[in-house]
């Protein structure tokens, strides 16, 4: 358990589906961040929340839509997506926005494929 | 444009010795950490450096050069549980972290 838990750990859809993903962290944390992971290529990241308010929107497909209701929670929320779009998705939170000294906490990741 | 690399793929034998380097080019620098991932597992922290030189944790150990843009992640006494990716990651001067690809670690018996 690494204290940031992701749901569900694998996701099937169709191109036509609309479907979310689920994160929750207890530690206290006010920032929280969605990262995409694609195979042999860097993190990148797609939304970054401090104290449920978006800092960062990295020039994500509108196809992809978060929403932060609390400290705790952080949702992303898919619809239309491309099977380019299949990726481990990971979530991850820091005590601050900023001076994250000891970096993130993440989750296990959500396996997306898109068919 | 900012840039960090490491590389692909490296094998080392149970109970060696082995460095992974990763140099970097980017706007500022707020830190440099190294990070684990087990397939199918969430990254674990590992270090951190933001001074030049040896940090040492255990069986691990990370090295910074800031005047040369690299750094490296030694592991000792190598055991098959250190199988996994090692991403490297650098803290720019907005505190945005840039990745690196990650190297992907085989141990053999």
């Known amino acids: 358990e690494t204290g940031v838990t992701q749901t569900p750990r694998h996701l099937v859809m169709g191109m036509t589906n609309k479907k979310s993903l689920k994160c929750e962290q207890h530690l206290g944390h006010n920032a929280m961040y969605w990262y995409k992971q694609s195979a042999k290529k860097p993190l990148e990241l797609m939304f970054v929340?401090?104290?449920?308010?978006?800092?960062e929107n990295n020039s994500v497909p509108s196809r992809f839509s978060p929403e932060c209701p609390n400290s705790s929670h952080l949702f992303l929320h898919l619809h239309t997506l491309q099977p380019e779009d299949s990726a481990l998705y990971l979530c991850?939170?820091?005590?601050?926005?900023?001076?994250?000294?000891?970096?993130?906490?993440f989750g296990s990741g959500t396996r997306l494929t898109v068919v | 444009g900012q840039n960090i690399d490491q590389p692909t793929e490296m094998t080392a034998t149970e109970g060696a010795i082995v460095q992974i380097n990763c140099t970097y080019q980017?706007?500022?620098?707020?830190?440099l950490f190294w990070y684990q991932q087990h397939a199918g597992e969430a990254p674990t922290f590992l270090s951190y450096?933001?001074l030049d030189g040896l940090e040492e944790k255990g069986r691990f150990s990370s090295f910074l050069s800031r005047s040369k843009g690299y750094s490296y992640l030694l592991l000792k006494e190598l055991q098959m549980k250190d199988s996994a990716s090692y991403l490297c990651?650098?803290?720019?001067?907005?505190?945005?972290?840039?990745w690196g690809a990650g190297t992907k670690l085989i141990i053999k018996p």
């Open positions: 929340y401090s104290l449920e308010e978006r800092v």
């Open positions: 990651a650098v803290r720019d001067s907005n505190y945005q972290l840039i």
């Open positions: 450096n933001v």
């Open positions: 991850a939170s820091s005590p601050e926005l900023d001076r994250a000294f000891y970096g993130y906490t």
């Open positions: 980017t706007s500022g620098f707020n830190g």
